[in-house]
């Protein structure tokens, strides 16, 4: 190998780079050779041990039949490994399939939409306009009480205390991916949906966890499709079944909202009574300018008074009647 002349930094410098690239390429020569031959000498292993079971799968014809076929359903699918590797092909079904006893193991996959009622996910904090502040209580649960998520608190933006659950509909849509990338690829989509749902409703306000709670699964759903994609899951769709507020809350708001009623009912009746007054106006207006209109009018009330199931029915006398009796008085 040329070492390149310190005395020249420029060939110096691009001399360094290809040793250092050679050098690389030298490793990695050497890392696929060790794996080809480690690769060559499993597969050599590997067909003794098919060719042994095939021996037996002959010897022990046709009992062993019974072992090697295998059934799986229309919704269902089956993943094989061989010797801890997967098949090719992907996986099997529906329909039948053979197997070799000793060195071949399957597991089941169901297709079908599944149903998942996500708990009630309880966000604790104190709304600064409702309630007094209150203490959230953290408790700690084992892998096998994940359920009892409900009772662990999470602040939310505008500091109100709700609890909410929800249902995740789900289903396979990768056999092979769902149990060659997760072990538990249900148990991880159900625990993943606890804590979607928290984060995503510790990010909301409380007028908007009751009024969009279309927008709120649908931003759940692609969160949760995303996330799952990598262990083969499809999340169909995502609703909020329930929100519950606490008693001290349900009670704030609905004085509050009695209060607002209230106020929108006195600003009714006050412009009701502005426009009456305006209308009484006019028509003081429109009788003082007539003579007549005065006269029909009290024709009217007469009728409306004669009308009614009254035992004494006072008869005012005109005005003009008045004005004749005084004058004649003044005189005498």
Request: glycine fraction near 4%; hydrophobic fraction near 40%; charged fraction near 20%.
């Amino acid at each position: 190998m040329d070492y390149p002349n310190p005395n020249h930094p420029e060939e110096y410098n691009e001399g360094m780079q290809k040793m250092q690239m050679q050098m690389q390429m030298n490793k990695q020569y050497l890392v696929y050779k060790q794996d080809d031959k480690e690769m060559n000498d499993a597969s050599t292993c590997g067909k003794i041990l098919i060719f042994l079971s095939w021996v037996l799968v002959f010897l022990t014809m046709p009992f062993s039949l019974l072992v090697c076929f295998k059934v799986v359903q229309e919704y269902e699918r089956a993943v094989i490994f061989r010797l801890g590797r997967l098949m090719e092909g992907g996986a099997k079904g529906p329909g039948i399939f053979f197997i070799l006893p000793c060195i071949d193991a399957y597991a089941r996959v169901d297709l079908r939409t599944r149903t998942y009622d996500v708990p009630p996910q309880e966000l604790s904090i104190t709304p600064i306009e409702f309630l007094p502040t209150l203490y959230a209580l953290t408790i700690f649960f084992s892998p096998f009480t994940f359920f009892f998520l409900s009772l662990l608190s999470v602040l939310t933006k505008d500091s109100v205390t709700v609890s909410v659950d929800a249902v995740v509909y789900y289903r396979v849509n990768n056999a092979t991916i769902s149990i060659a990338n997760v072990e538990n690829a249900h148990h991880s989509t159900r625990l993943l949906a606890q804590t979607t749902l928290r984060n995503t409703m510790g990010t909301r306000h409380l007028h908007e966890i009751l009024s969009e709670r279309m927008t709120i699964s649908g931003s759940m759903q692609l969160s949760l499709d995303e996330a799952t994609d990598a262990w083969g899951i499809k999340v169909e769709r995502v609703e909020i079944k329930d929100v519950r507020l606490p008693v001290q809350l349900q009670r704030a708001m609905a004085a509050e909202a009695e209060a607002s009623r209230e106020a929108r009912a006195k600003v009714i009746a006050a412009e009701g009574e502005q426009k009456a007054s305006r209308a009484l106006r006019e028509a003081s207006e429109i009788i003082g300018d007539s003579p007549a209109a005065l006269q029909l009018r009290y024709l009217q009330t007469l009728n409306t008074i004669s009308t009614e199931k009254n035992s004494t029915i006072v008869f005012p006398l005109p005005i003009d009647l008045l004005t004749f009796f005084m004058k004649k008085t003044e005189a005498q």
